[in-house]
């Protein structure tokens, strides 16, 4: 069997807000291969770079291991690498230049390559993967061991006298219980732990129950796990959940899933599990304000230990979530944040300004439904169009030659829309403003409610004011 060596390309500290942020998880799809490849008998080992300056972190663990495959698998579970960031892309070609000056052969898989797998290649890649990876790493290296022909099989692009050859992408996997644990025990967790308790006072670890999603929102791409939606049964999450605190002892869990707990009847039925096995956990998801709307879901979902909920608002205005075929009203939103709120959960907002048709009355519903309802918290974006989505196609005659953003916080408007890019960041910037001010009201109103004040939220009443006045101003100047 050869030596493979399984990594990944997503470093925190290229992504100056990621790394400021402070709240870094290891590459969960990453470790997922690695446990399948050593099911399968191949003698693995995992460098997770996650935490390291750069790709350059590469090179001595080339030295030392001597692997004869590197396979560079970036995890899809992971948001930020569906955002095909192009100073990522930039290190894995690097990564890619290293692997094959050590005389190895190179796997890649990951987003960016599924949509863009020529320029992996040209830099040296053996092949790529495409879409979800597991089955046909496995079979690349089998037919490698075994000195076959390997061109054939399904999911993989490779050149052939520099043109690109892309083989049908197979079915995806849907008997997820069949797949091992991913290999906890062979990352360490703890630069993480410190990194975590440094910024936020407890440690967090990532896991998913499901891969895909059916829902159809026109500028969200799924290269890897598609429209299809596949489920782990709750036993089997459990078990993971049980290796997990026996190695690592995380405090706190982030369930990466696209869309939590979709299955009928699989929250309530996870909720019992965790009760029979003992097991306590906290926990936050990822979800749609129209699935969390029965009162029942929302008990079970508290009763397994859910703190925090995500979910994709994105704007207060119907015609605008009309538009991105979100499927959701604006009126689902109220009412699902208030019933987690009832329930103690706390509910966090994913908005996105700039769709095409958005007018300056939908960013204004928007903030206005931000005020009214007051999540925990936010996240501010532009609408960045992704390859193999409907938006791309609709606006790609209008992208220029920057097709990515940089870093996650580049927030470059791409196309044409309502406003100048300059308008948008500082449309950002506005919005967070006005939502801090918000808060600092409502600590404020506490004070005089008699009840017990976030003193330094009241205090911040000195600095967002300002910043909303001058945000304001500069705004309507651009």
């Known amino acids: 069997m050869a030596r493979t060596l399984v990594t990944h390309s997503y470093f925190y500290r290229l992504d100056p807000k990621q790394w400021k942020d402070a709240r870094p998880y290891p590459p969960l799809g990453t470790i997922q291969l690695a446990a399948l490849l050593r099911q399968r008998g191949h003698h693995v080992q995992v460098f997770d770079p996650g935490l390291s300056t750069g790709p350059e972190a590469l090179a001595p663990v080339l030295a030392a291991q001597r692997p004869d495959v590197l396979i560079i ?10 955002m095909c960031l192009s100073v990522m892309r930039e290190a894995a070609l690097h990564m890619i230049g290293q692997g094959t000056a050590a005389g190895c052969r190179v796997l890649v898989n990951s987003s960016d390559a599924t949509d863009h797998p020529q320029a992996y290649l040209q830099a040296g890649a053996t092949a790529v993967i495409l879409g979800e990876s597991e089955e046909a790493m496995a079979e690349v290296l089998a037919h490698w061991d075994a000195e076959q022909p390997w061109q054939h099989l399904a999911n993989v692009a490779y050149l052939e006298s520099d043109q690109l050859i892309a083989r049908p992408k197979r079915p995806v996997l849907r008997a997820l219980d069949e797949l091992p644990p991913p290999a906890w025990d062979l990352i360490d ?23 895909g999603c059916p829902f159809k929102c026109n500028w969200c791409a799924k290269p890897i796990y598609g429209n299809r939606y596949n489920s782990r049964s709750p036993e089997h999450v459990v078990d ?21 707990g979709l299955k009928p009847g699989w929250v309530q039925r996870f909720a019992v599990v965790l009760e029979e096995r003992g097991i306590k956990i906290r926990y936050k998801i990822q ?24 979910v994709g608002a994105e704007s207060g205005s119907q015609h605008i979530l009309d538009a991105m075929d979100k499927g959701t009203r604006v009126e689902q939103i109220g009412a699902a944040t208030r019933l987690l709120k009832e329930k103690g959960v706390r509910v966090c907002f994913f908005l996105q300004f700039g769709y095409p048709g958005e007018t300056d009355a939908d960013v204004e519903r928007t ?5 009214e309802l007051m999540p925990d918290d936010i996240g501010v974006s532009v609408s960045y169009p992704l390859p ?29 829309s309502q406003h100048k890019p300059d308008y948008y960041k500082r449309l950002h910037r506005y919005v967070h403003a006005r939502y801090r001010k918000r808060q600092a009201q409502q600590a404020l109103l506490d004070l005089f409610r008699g009840r017990s004040m976030d003193v330094h939220r009241g205090l911040s009443m000195f600095y967002y004011l300002p910043a909303v006045i001058t945000n304001r101003i ?5």
């Open 388 to 416: 193999g989505t409907p938006f791309y196609e609709r606006v790609q005659t209008e992208l220029g030659t920057k097709a990515n953003w940089t870093d996650s916080d580049d927030l470059a408007m791409m196309f044409r």
């Open 189 to 211: 967790t703890a630069p993480y732990r410190e990194r975590w308790q440094r910024s936020q006072g407890f440690f967090s670890l990532n896991m998913a129950t499901t891969r």
């Open 474 to 478: 500069r705004l309507a100047a651009l």
């Open 287 to 310: 979800s749609r304000v129209d699935l969390l709307l029965e009162s029942d879901t929302i008990d079970a979902l508290v009763r397994s230990g859910l703190e925090e909920v995500w």
């Open 367 to 371: 903030i206005r439904m931000v005020e």
């Open 240 to 260: 993971e959940i049980a290796m997990v605190q026996r190695l690592h002892r995380p405090d706190h869990l982030w369930f990466a899933d696209d869309i939590f």
């Open 73 to 82: 698998q970036d995890d899809s579970f992971n948001y930020l690498t569906k």
